[in-house]
């Protein structure tokens, strides 16, 4: 990926560095990144985003060209430049498991190492963390508004450049999505392709039904038709005459795509047209400003839709493009630290998390405490890097949409629906960690 | 950039594109990049992303590897993978230049090409100029609010991936931002760059005016300071006694940063703090959840601030994070094309775009018309590039900047305010394109 260059950071990062490097500062630092608050639309998070991150902590490092940029920009110490040619992240992490629900205050991740290596990969991780997990969030919003319906990320062209769109078919897949049309996401992690045909095709074609005719030829093993370039009912009637010819050939049309309109009723003329016309077995797939709302309410109103082609409002998360997120230090050389900015305070330390459940399974509430507390509970965040390097090879995203699938089985019934649930989910702060916290302020010379 | 695999694109894509091959189709195709119709909160826009969108013409083809994959996956007929080996871009392109106002139905860019070469590149134009359209235009928003203001990029964390990060330096410098926190920007585009430091930094220290001193001392020629970890009021106090010492060691401090809280009142806060102090010099920069509305406020409100680092909303048009754009066939084998389907009627045919001002130079209307027809005044759109190959290199990111200026400067006052002007922006389509759409929809078999 591109943004695999160092240099995709902030200024301030190297400006930081190069003061600690004068000032001799490199003692162990803990940061952590968590969701300040959840945005009002939403009633859960899905953790996703920290294979990009460990991918990119193993391998990011300051090229030969960096580093001779850095030097003439003459910003810097040309002994501190040349310092970085050595720089490495051989730091710890731990991490909430892909797929885990999550909610505000709660680590997804945490980063122990010397201070130069913590505060450098800040912006990245961030930029990686917050995407992915935004748009897993949004992605299994959508699941949970269309139980059993296929579910594919359409999303790519209105994505927020190359990798927004990547990454949004692997966090929409590991979400629940039955696959991308993005054929690079195919190519780099196996998910599941689909893909229909434009407007274009049709209109590039002197009739419809030649153009139907073509691209059913073009892939005999079974396709998907798009019927509403022009009208779509008329389209559905063509199909009746035209399919049976076509399977006589030995081609198979499997499904037809509405793209307009209001997709409920063409749904209901077309699949009453296709019925009519003994083309039952052929599937109907829509698409079009399509999200989590739009896909409940269609099929609240019974709209005979087998599947959804999600895109720009998935990928981008459209009703709240960005998290509340942050990447704090909570602890330097041995002492715990947090700012108290108005608005931003923070919990200081090295945290775990401790989920309780009820006898049906369901989540009751969270514990957030201080990391060596022992309560008895497993702590959801888990060892993942050490000095640098994975504790073990990425889950592949098999095991975490089956990771997805439970966590969301386990959901409260009230943070499974889309509208803001009126009692949140509960997070309790242990005293520990509010001991903690006081000690933290006191040794900035403040009182709580 | 990571997108420049050419399977950066959606499947249907390649299965068009073998259709097309099966069926010895590749006549001349036109398509059209615009937008439908702009955000409510939008009165205008400006064009951008048009410069990476030819890099990426001018580039992608298909890897061995991606050949490899694609004839493993079983999906296509071989002798068409084999093919693809061969596969270029090798058409034409006519676009607006980069930095130009532009509204809905106008066509950013305008591809003409065999139609095997204008399909495949679709989705990835798309995704190149949306991302910057909508960046550059939000941008630009902010420019307009704050005039004489500095303002600064601050977004590449919250903004979708890397790639968006980029880009979103690039294009909020072009829609006149003063530069970009982002380094790899300034590397690789020559884009200003600024930075301040973290909180992070503050606590890693024992004090914070220890914290002060000790970045003033690595960044001799001028430094800002971060004042709000604890508390604003108190740490602007603190200056008053250690800036004339830092000042006194040879070093210099510029600004201070306000990053929480009440902006506007902290700011008069500290400038009067500062100014009874002795340091009317010491200019103030304020970061914190910032766009266009908010910093028209602050400044109405009188907020003695001097510049602003403005992120996520900016970086990810948080009130509309996306375009409703679309790439459209618009001819094909000499004859004019469209779609139909309902909110969705296209015009066919090449266009051209006539922009209409009055005598103090403000634009007063256009009008859209086909790119045959000699109106007398010169066509917004022009060529970029023939046969795949640039007509010229980049104009540079100070001339787009110079040109954006000009352009705003030319905007009627009503579309300049950030409310939605009651009044748009009148356009024409002229008797010729409406006749042509009769002529499409004659071809299609429809009647208008």
Redo the contacts between chains.
């Keep these: 990926?591109?943004?695999e260059?160092v240099?995709?950071?902030?200024?301030?990062?190297?400006?930081?560095l190069?003061?600690?490097w004068?000032?001799g500062?490199n003692d162990t630092?803990v940061?952590e990144f968590f969701v300040r608050k959840l945005p009002e639309q939403r009633n859960f998070l899905i953790a996703a985003g920290l294979e990009q991150v460990l991918d990119h902590l193993e391998d990011t490092a300051f090229s030969a060209e960096?580093i001779g940029?850095l030097r003439q920009?003459g910003?810097f110490d040309p002994d501190f430049v040349d310092s970085l040619a050595n720089w490495r992240f051989a730091g710890d992490v731990d991490a909430l498991p892909e797929g885990t629900v999550c909610f505000a205050d709660e680590p997804l991740l945490r980063i122990v190492a010397p201070?130069r290596e913590a505060?450098l990969v800040?912006?990245?991780i961030?930029?990686?963390l917050?995407?992915q997990t935004m748009v897993a969030s949004k992605a299994a919003r959508c699941v949970l508004a269309a139980p059993g319906r296929l579910l594919v990320d359409?999303g790519?062209?209105?994505?927020?450049?190359?990798?927004?769109?990547?990454?949004s078919a692997r966090a929409s897949y590991l979400a629940g999505f039955g696959g991308t049309?993005?054929?690079?996401a195919?190519?780099r992690w196996g998910i599941p392709?689909?893909?229909?045909?434009?407007?274009?095709?049709?209109?590039?074609h002197a009739?419809e039904a030649e153009a139907f005719a073509?691209?059913a030829?073009?892939?005999p093993t079974g396709t998907t038709l798009l019927i509403?370039?022009?009208?779509t009912e008329q389209a559905a009637a063509k199909l009746v005459g035209l399919v049976p010819r076509l399977t006589a050939e030995g081609l198979r049309v499997n499904a037809v795509r509405l793209?307009?309109?209001d997709l409920g009723e063409h749904a209901r003329r077309v699949r009453a047209i296709l019925d009519a016309g003994g083309l039952s077995a052929v599937r109907i797939f829509a698409s079009g400003n399509l999200d989590e709302y739009r896909l409940r309410d269609l099929l609240r109103g019974g709209a005979p839709i087998d599947g959804f082609g999600v895109g720009?409002?998935m990928n981008?998360?459209?009703d709240k493009?960005?998290?509340d997120?942050a990447y704090?230090?909570q602890e330097?050389?041995g002492l715990p630290?947090?700012?108290?900015?108005?608005?931003?305070l923070t919990w200081p330390g090295r945290k775990r998390i401790c989920r309780s459940f009820n006898a049906d399974g369901r989540m009751t509430g969270d514990t957030l405490t201080v990391a060596a507390d022992r309560t008895g509970q497993p702590d959801l965040i888990v060892p993942v890097m050490r000095q640098g390097r994975r504790l073990a090879p990425s889950p592949g995203l098999g095991v975490i949409r089956e990771h997805v699938r439970a966590e969301l089985a386990r959901l409260p019934e009230r943070l499974r629906e889309l509208d803001p649930a009126a009692e949140g989910y509960p997070l309790t702060v242990s005293e520990a960690l509010r001991a903690l916290a006081r000690d933290a302020d006191r040794a900035?010379?403040?009182d709580v």
Tied chains: 1, 2.
Excluded: V
């Excluded at 790519?156 to 990454?167: D, I, Q, T």
């Excluded at 392709?193 to 590039?204: D, P, Q, R, V, W």
């Excluded at 630290?337 to 931003?344: P, Q, T």
């Design positions: 990926m591109s943004g260059s240099l995709l950071t902030d200024l301030y990062q190297l400006t930081m190069q003061a600690y004068q000032r500062m630092a940061f960096e940029w920009s910003r201070i505060q800040e912006t990245r961030i930029n990686l917050q995407l359409f790519l062209r209105r994505s927020h450049g190359a990798e927004a769109g990547l990454l049309s993005t054929i690079l195919g190519m392709l689909f893909g229909t045909m434009a407007h274009s095709f049709i209109e590039a009739s073509n691209f030829r073009s892939q509403d370039t022009y009208d793209d307009s309109g720009t409002r981008t998360s459209a493009p960005y998290l997120c704090k230090l330097y050389a630290r947090r700012k108290r900015s108005e608005g931003k900035s010379g403040l």
